[in-house]
């Protein structure tokens, strides 16, 4: 966008605002703002930055709990995972640059979250990753899923961090609008805590990292902020608003970030994402009720042609805003430069509230921060709320099926990704969604984290908010199958365009959902993010609620057991179960469920794994086998299960079980207390599993 067209007082249109939004701003300011300012107002009042659509909403979400050390409105959320741990926790999406450009739009999600970490001083040890596409049978869905698993592949992989599970999924509601949402999880000591904020009047503001450039130029908003061309339309355009990545670069950003915090030279620490420098440093100062003076002529540029107003919204991959204490400077230039990595002041912090912006003797931004972040419009769009089940009735079984990965297709994914790097990694059960929960070990003891994430879309194609719930619940059996703690969740919902009352609904009944569902079942949830847009010329995607989860195991041996022969086979479930219960009920049964399992497995009574949306046939052939891909033994179960049509059905909220004999009494006085039903299935026989006929 040339600087002339926004010379027209109509630029509003240009920058993603609309005439009220204007307005507001001529209201705010008592005056017009110049181009430069223009399009800062265009980036952080995008939906993208403000969610101005969904604010509202989203304080209806629990977020306090005794393991809660820092909840929504930081980079990551931050739980006290014990023994003088704390981590990190992080999802987003990246939804429309995948559409665009599935290559880059995946490995800079990556490469994004990663950063949202890091802000908070904790080290990133893992990856997981949730990949939405239609189905494989239309080419350019190959095509995306492709791109996108080589963009997380190789970013990950390049750069450290283990990629140790998540989901894929096929549905025909994703042909158009691929979604690709990531968690990631760091650690960090309690004391290694730093805040996103621009703390401190006087201290000199830097920008550490990659030189900027011209990539990513109105990302957050006017590509993620707004619907999406249908593909045969011409997509190709909105390339240059895709950010390119550099997974090098990251690393030495994350090295030198560490080593700059352990050294006590942060005082404030931020991402530079979606937003570039004047969101960064605009958010920064507004945590901390402060301003920011930047001088753009002191900022790294790749191409020296570039103006103010590029230097300020460019999203330039693998850059951090690092805020230092004064008079430390030349410890902040020789640490960095001992990793390699570029720090360059580009200004201080003031007290004034503004922020402000020199380039070549002339101040081209001069802007209150609260209008650019507090003062940002709020809607209250109209809703359309669905009655519960009144759409679409679920797809049978064997549509689900199909929907589902085959293990040929998992193979080949798990190969693209580095699942052991780093050496935490006790178990990564790869993608599919059911295969269990990641366990990670806690350095220096027996305890772990166990990490999930799920999404249950179909169910909310017929009630968002039954969906939402379920998809929290989905979230948490892994960890329950573990034995694990449930310390805390983020989640990512996915919509269409929230100008459409029908859709602003279903967003409503999704944050509903997890509120509700967090509830019951007693976990915070400690950040999440919104993508609305999903939304191409021919359709918008499912209301798709994707949901991590965190837990601590206390003994990872005891975690990591696998079924023997002679071990008994049973199924744990509710006494009665159903989604004609309802949300409330479902969530009551849901909880004793939980409950009773983690028990069972805590006090050693017990192996479980749940029986998730691939049912319990390919539930126990991928426990047999320890992997995705089922050894003869497996295969063979897998036979004999596919004959029990009930053993072998699609409902999930159940566990199976392997119970040694002599304490199957035990098991079945816990589990009776609890209201709970065991269903005997069978024993476990040495090379194959024996199966009542």
Not at 601 to 629: N, Y
Not at 663 to 692: D, K, N
């Amino acid at each position: 966008m040339s600087t002339a067209g926004l010379l027209r007082e109509e630029g509003w249109e240009q920058v993603g605002l609309t005439r009220g939004e204007y307005r507001r701003i001529l209201r705010l300011l008592g005056r017009r703002p110049n181009p430069v300012e223009l399009g800062v107002f265009g980036l952080l009042w995008s939906e993208h930055c403000s969610y101005k659509s969904s604010r509202a909403w989203l304080g209806r979400l629990p977020s306090r709990g005794p393991r809660v050390v820092q909840g929504p409105g930081e980079n990551a959320g931050v739980l006290d995972a014990g023994d003088g741990w704390w981590v990190a926790v992080r999802i987003e999406s990246h939804n429309h640059p995948t559409a665009v450009d599935p290559y880059q739009g995946a490995a800079t999600g990556v490469g994004g979250i990663l950063r949202d970490v890091l802000a908070t001083g904790a080290r990133p040890v893992a990856l997981l990753d949730s990949l939405r596409t239609g189905p494989l049978e239309e080419g350019r869905s190959a095509r995306l899923l492709d791109g996108m698993v080589r963009g997380v592949g190789d970013y990950g992989n390049s750069v450290g961090v283990p990629t140790v599970g998540g989901e894929l999924v096929f549905h025909p509601g994703y042909a158009d609008n691929p979604l690709l949402n990531v968690m990631c999880v760091g650690l960090l000591r309690p004391e290694g805590l730093v805040a996103a904020r621009a703390a401190g009047v006087g201290n000199p503001v830097w920008l550490l990292g990659s030189a900027t450039g011209r990539d990513g130029l109105h990302g957050a908003s006017l590509l993620a902020s707004r619907t999406l061309s249908a593909p045969e339309q011409g997509q190709a355009s909105l390339r240059p608003a895709v950010q390119v990545g550099d997974p090098f670069a990251g690393k030495v950003l994350i090295e030198g970030c560490l080593a700059l915090a352990e050294a006590g030279l942060v005082a404030g620490l931020n991402d530079l994402g979606a937003g570039g420098l004047a969101a960064s440093a605009a958010e920064a100062a507004a945590r901390a009720g402060t301003g920011i003076l930047l001088d753009l002529d002191r900022v790294p540029l790749r191409d020296p042609s570039l103006e103010p107003y590029e230097i300020l919204l460019s999203e330039t991959q693998e850059r951090m805003l690092l805020v230092s204490p004064a008079g430390r400077e030349a410890e902040v230039i020789a640490l960095a430069g001992r990793y390699g990595l570029s720090a360059r002041p580009v200004g201080r912090v003031t007290g004034d509230g503004r922020l402000v912006a020199r380039w070549r003797g002339e101040v081209v931004v001069d802007l209150p921060v609260e209008a650019l972040t507090r003062r940002a419009p709020r809607y209250r769009r109209r809703t359309v709320r669905r009655r519960r089940g009144e759409a679409a009735a679920p797809a049978p079984a064997a549509e689900r099926r199909r929907r589902l990965p085959g293990d040929e297709r998992l193979r080949w994914l798990y190969e693209q990704y580095d699942r052991q790097v780093g050496h935490l990694t006790a178990r990564a059960p790869g993608f599919g969604g059911d295969q269990g929960a990641a366990l990670l070990r806690l350095p220096g003891g027996r305890a772990g984290l166990a990490l999930a994430m799920a999404g249950r879309e179909e169910a909310c194609e017929r009630d968002p908010l039954l969906g939402a719930a379920l998809s929290v619940a989905a979230a948490l059996r892994p960890l329950a199958a573990l034995g694990a703690e449930p310390l805390g969740l983020v989640d990512a919902l996915n919509l269409a365009s929230p100008e459409r009352p029908e859709v602003m609904g279903d967003f409503v009944d999704l944050v509903e959902g997890v509120a509700l569902a967090a509830r019951r079942l007693g976990v915070p949830v400690v950040g999440g993010n919104v993508s609305f847009y999903n939304e191409s010329g021919r359709s918008g995607v499912v209301p798709t609620p994707v949901v991590g989860a965190v837990g601590r195991v206390d003994d990872l041996e005891r975690a990591l057991g696998r079924p023997a022969a002679g071990c008994r086979l049973l199924l744990l479930e509710a006494a009665a179960a159903g989604p004609e219960a309802g949300p409330e009920r479902l969530l009551e049964w849901e909880r004793e469920l939980q409950a009773g399992c983690r028990q069972l497995v805590a006090r050693g009574l017990a192996l479980a794994a749940h029986v998730g949306r691939a049912g319990p046939t390919a539930t126990l052939a991928r426990w047999l086998a320890g992997e995705a891909r089922p050894d003869r033994a497996a295969a063979e179960a897998l036979r004999l299960l596919e004959e029990e049509g009930e053993a072998g059905s699609w409902e999930e909220g159940r566990f199976l079980l392997a119970v040694e004999a002599d304490r199957l009494a035990e098991v079945e006085e816990e589990t009776a207390s609890r209201g709970l039903r065991l269903r005997p299935l069978g024993a476990l026989e040495e090379g194959t599993a024996a199966w009542p006929s």
